[in-house]
């Protein structure tokens, strides 16, 4: 098994902060990259900002935050990322980033370091053949947010071997997070059953069978969700949940998994769901309200 102290970090958006902290508090040093300086100044504040909050509830110790915090660098250069043992990969969820982003990262990191993407649906053995490292590329799928969710999907590619799959196996049990094994069919899991059901909830508001409170009501009081699948689709991201419908769509050739119009309709406006202040709510004032 490899050993694992640094870990890069590549996207500053929501997972990449959340892999970020969590790897940080269990006591990894971290290095997180993202295209410009303010992403990873942004990217860096909202760690503080959800360290602190676990500080707030008893989770963490006010020194545990500070040794975190210290273990964490960020830049927007990709050299930084050299000295790292494993590259944990969570750029948007588009092949074509993916894989110039490999393209770039490869020839940087060191030769016996791994490679693992946060992809939610694209081929794994697809994005490894991008790699100069096939056998040392694998999944490695945490969910959002991650600090609160227990569960990681470990993927493996055509190509991975035994040793890169025990050490992710290895290094995802002292994050304290419980592990399912999932094969290379798209996405995965969890995504594969999550994702056409809040496509639904879409198709239910599209046709008009419910509006936007109904739906999420019907399905929090009426299935014991925690979050209605409108909400849902709002935390994740809308692109991200039309990129995964899509992987879903061309890569199992099933007309149920077409996208809803309304959702390509929601991206194209750039109402891409809280990180953007609007969806199928509009978070930009005090409570969330209905955008439909
Ligand atoms: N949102 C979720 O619920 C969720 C859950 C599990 C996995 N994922 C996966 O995690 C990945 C990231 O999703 P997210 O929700 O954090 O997205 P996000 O939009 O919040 O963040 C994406 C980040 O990637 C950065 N980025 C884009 N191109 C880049 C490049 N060439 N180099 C470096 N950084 C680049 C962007 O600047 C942005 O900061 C995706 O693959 C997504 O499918 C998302």
């Known amino acids: 098994m490899a050993t694992i102290q640094s870990i890069g970090v590549i996207g500053a958006g929501q997972m990449g902060c959340g892999i970020a902290h969590v790897c940080a508090a269990a006591g990894y040093k971290v290095h997180l990259y993202d295209l410009s300086r303010d992403r990873i100044e942004a990217g860096l504040a909202t760690i503080n900002g959800n360290l602190a909050r676990q500080v707030s509830n008893g989770k963490l110790s ?27 990969e969570a750029a948007t969820e588009e092949e074509a980033v993916k894989r110039k982003i490999y393209a770039q990262l490869c020839p940087i990191l060191k030769p016996e370091a791994l490679l693992a993407t946060n992809t939610s649906s694209l081929s794994i053995t697809r994005l490894a053949s991008a790699t100069d490292r096939p056998e040392r590329f694998m999944g490695i799928h945490f969910m959002n947010p991650v600090p609160a969710m227990k569960l990681v999907e470990l993927v493996r590619g055509i190509a991975t071997d035994e040793t890169t799959f025990t050490t992710a196996r290895e290094f995802v049990s002292t994050l304290d997070k419980t592990v399912t094994v999932a094969e290379d069919f798209p996405a995965f899991i969890v995504n594969r059953i999550l994702l056409p059901m809040i496509n639904e909830a879409i198709y239910t508001l599209y046709e008009g069978v419910g509006s936007v409170d109904a739906i999420d009501t019907a399905m929090k009081l009426g299935a014991n969700h925690p979050m209605g699948p409108l909400q849902l689709a709002d935390f994740i991201g809308l692109d991200t949940c039309l990129s995964i419908m899509q992987v879903l769509h061309d890569g199992l050739a099933d007309s149920k998994y077409r996208p809803c119009p309304l959702l390509v309709k929601y991206v194209e406006a750039g109402w891409l769901g809280r990180k953007t202040g609007r969806g199928f709510y509009d978070y930009r004032g005090e409570t969330p309200v209905p955008t439909r």
């Open 62 to 88: 006010d020194d545990e935050r500070k040794a975190a915090l210290s273990r964490i660098s960020g830049s927007a250069d990709l050299n930084d990322l050299a000295p790292v043992d494993l590259a944990i």
